[in-house]
């Protein structure tokens, strides 16, 4: 196979993972808002990490291969990526009540702001000016996207600026796991890495439901439950992820950071036409400024390196 067909099959993979994250941002996850938030993400974790048992279940051999350094990254990976970034961004999906959940996907677009300034402290890399240029702005614009031209109420728009909140640590959490993730990837394949971080986070979340008291939302699960598990399993949860593990070893940093842009981008048209909801102008300058910057972030910091 040439590598221009190999480019355009793992372009097309990355395309696919990004509008399968969009679609289960609006048109999925929100649909099992009838069940407890911390149930729902260990659930998210639980049925994908059996499911990979059924052919990565050979992982389990590399166990003895670890080392404490080992078990802590992909620990907190699991911590960040899977619990609390998916709790948070779980958490701001309900909040909203089907209502701003393209909102709360663009805002956790800013995650690669985070994960830079995280490289810098944990990483040593140096912090350029651009990036303070083009972070400025897509807070800037973030804010915009969130409220438009008025100031937020703190009674009225309550949900909302919990739901923001709550995507910005989701976005930091993600970020956060990006870094981590490079560390593991340097001893790990990358469905090693998925399969340890989906295993980790199941067991971490085990031990959250127990703690509060919701391992009975079994009981809770419906059949339409059921079919979104399983569904969010093999097409948005590790069905997209090992999609764009795929693709990215095919294509190009800023080819990915591109394709990527289908997330947010599909996440507007499914909220557009499932649950007919449109931002308005000020949030589609605003939705276009901060991508631009995310872009213009990802791009220069790749192309210096």
């Known amino acids: 196979m040439d590598k221009n067909k190999q480019r355009y099959i793992g372009a097309t993979a990355i395309i696919i993972a990004a509008t399968l994250w969009g679609f289960d941002g609006v048109v999925l996850t ?41 078990f802590f990254v992909l620990s907190s990976i699991a911590f960040f990526g899977g619990a609390l970034g998916t709790l948070a961004i779980v958490k701001a999906l309900f909040l909203v009540n089907f209502q701003h959940l393209s909102v709360v996907v663009l805002l956790q677009k800013l995650q690669p702001i985070f994960a830079i300034i995280l490289a810098a402290i944990f990483l040593k890399e140096k912090i350029k000016k651009y990036f303070i240029f083009w972070a400025v702005i897509a807070v800037v614009a973030s804010y915009f996207l969130t409220f438009g031209f008025h100031l937020p109420h703190l009674e009225k728009d309550a949900d909302l600026i919990q739901a923001a909140l709550w995507a910005l640590v989701a976005a930091f959490s993600f970020g956060t796991s990006t870094v981590l993730s490079k560390k593991a990837l340097t001893r790990f394949p990358y469905y090693t890495t998925n399969f340890y971080r989906f295993g980790f986070t199941a067991v971490l979340m085990l031990f959250y439901v127990l703690f509060v008291g919701k391992l009975g939302e079994f ?11 399983v569904i969010i399993a093999l097409t948005t949860g590790s069905g997209a992820i090992f999609l764009y593990y795929y693709g990215l070893n095919k294509v190009k940093a800023m080819v990915s950071t591109i394709c990527e842009l289908f997330f947010p981008i599909s996440a507007i048209l499914f909220d557009y036409f499932v649950n007919h909801h449109e931002l308005s102008p000020i949030q589609w300058v605003s939705a276009i400024v901060m991508i631009t910057a995310i872009v213009e972030i990802s791009y220069k910091r790749k192309k210096i390196r």
């Open 30 to 70: 929100p649909r099992l808002y009838n069940l407890d938030v911390g149930f729902v993400v260990f659930m998210l974790h639980l049925v994908p990490f059996v499911l990979m048992n059924t052919f990565l279940f050979k992982e389990y051999k590399k166990l003895k291969e670890f080392t404490k350094a080992d």
């Open 219 to 229: 009981e809770n699960v419906t059949k339409i439950n059921w079919m979104f598990f």
